[in-house]
């Protein structure tokens, strides 16, 4: 199993869109936390994740989430996750970070 | 009065993060086999990945494998899993994660708390420099 990650930046709205298919591990999380960090170096703007063929994240990768969150809250931007996994809903729940992303749908 | 025998699964795993998938699948399917339901396998597969993920990243025993031990219990499954690593005093200390690290450098501190917060019962024996075995518990009923 792996992760692919897909970006794509949206001039008019100025928001990076990524979708991320897969599982983000210990193993993949480095791929992800490259990304962001590529992403974020070209424009600090807000990232909508579209997380709906997001099988499975687990502590590593929400770190890199809570890593990229921030650098762009220092410009106040924001994560957006949405189409988000019950059994992933519920681990944002447990740990209280869908209070410090957005959750949408 | 005889005591049922408990069916048992080791597994021993490389301290390689390439690996935590193959016990998340095994693990998988050892609860479904067990009967347990959709959202029960699935708390049950987080958890042991992040005992696993921590036995990796902290265990740091880098040529040394870590063991995943699954007992299949009538009503529940107990799952070991232990590492030879460094260990670490105040592993049963940490309670919740503290999302004002977002201020902090350090990420993360969320993987003892999400496994706390997914299983029935939860053990952890660790010593300075003699490893650490973290036990998980998850009943099949739903009074738990
Ligand atoms: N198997 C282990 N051996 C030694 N120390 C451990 C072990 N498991 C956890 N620890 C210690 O306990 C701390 C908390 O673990 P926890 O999984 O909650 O957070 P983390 O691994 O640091 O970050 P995250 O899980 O969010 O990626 C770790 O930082 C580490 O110091
Ligand atoms: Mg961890």
Redesign the pocket.
């Known amino acids: 199993m792996s992760l692919i990650i897909e970006k794509y930046y949206y001039e008019e709205k100025k928001q990076w869109s990524v979708s991320l298919i897969g599982e983000v591990d210990i193993y993949t999380a480095g791929q992800l936390k490259e990304t962001f960090i590529k992403l974020i170096e070209e424009k600090k703007e807000d990232i909508k994740i579209n997380a709906e063929e997001l099988d499975y994240i687990?502590?590593?990768g929400?770190?890199v989430l809570i890593g990229a969150l921030k650098r762009l809250k220092q410009e106040n931007k924001d994560i957006i996750l949405f189409n988000v996994k019950p059994s992933i809903k519920k681990l944002l729940n447990i740990t209280g970070l869908d209070k410090i992303f957005i959750i949408e749908g | 009065m005889s005591k049922k025998n408990n069916d048992e699964i080791k597994l021993s795993i490389p301290n390689k993060p390439e690996y935590v998938s193959v016990v998340r699948l095994t693990v998988t399917s050892i609860a479904n086999r067990m009967g347990f339901d959709i959202e029960k396998i699935e708390d049950i597969k987080v958890a042991v990945a992040?005992?696993c993920?921590?036995?990796i990243?902290?265990?740091?025993n880098e040529e040394d494998n870590f063991l995943v031990d699954f007992i299949m219990e009538e009503d529940k499954l107990v799952v070991n899993?232990s590492?030879n690593?460094?260990?670490?005093t105040?592993?049963n200390e940490?309670k919740n994660?503290d999302l004002d690290h977002l201020n902090h450098e350090?990420?993360?501190?969320?993987?003892?708390?999400?496994?706390r917060s997914l299983m029935d019962n939860v053990q952890i024996i660790?010593n300075h420099g003699s490893?650490?075995i973290?036990s998980m518990t998850k009943y099949m009923g739903e009074d738990h």
């Open positions: 687990d502590s590593t929400l770190g | 992040e005992a993920t921590n036995a990243t902290h265990g740091k899993v590492d690593g460094r260990g670490c105040t592993l940490i994660p350090k990420e993360g501190g969320l993987g003892i708390f999400i496994i660790s490893g650490t973290i």
